[in-house]
């Protein structure tokens, strides 16, 4: 196989994967739930971009609200439990 023949079955195979990752987020309605869908695919955040049609870095970024959005929840709970209840001891 030469150069030319390996770079036109490389391409027929990133379309193929391509129409097969839209067919599969097609029923999630929104971009970030996609997003975080592919990633958690084992996708990385360059990969996502071409496989959505989105600019460099979007995915990047969407993952990084989404990690900061799970980050506060957890931060808030430990905030909120009272420092001054009495440890029980059995």
Excluded: C, W
Excluded at 40 to 53: A, H, Q, S, W, Y
Excluded at 81 to 88: L, N
């Amino acid at each position: 196989m030469d150069d030319e023949q390996f770079r036109v079955l490389l391409d027929g195979l990133d379309k193929l994967l391509r129409l097969q990752t839209l067919e599969v987020v097609k029923g999630i309605p929104s971009e970030r739930d996609k997003v975080a869908f592919l990633s958690n695919m084992d996708f990385n955040p360059t990969e996502i971009d071409k496989l959505l049609g989105k600019s460099p870095g979007y995915s990047s970024v969407v993952l990084s609200q989404l990690k900061k959005k799970v980050a506060k929840p957890a931060e808030q709970h430990q905030t909120q439990t009272p420092s001054s209840t009495p440890e029980v001891t059995a």
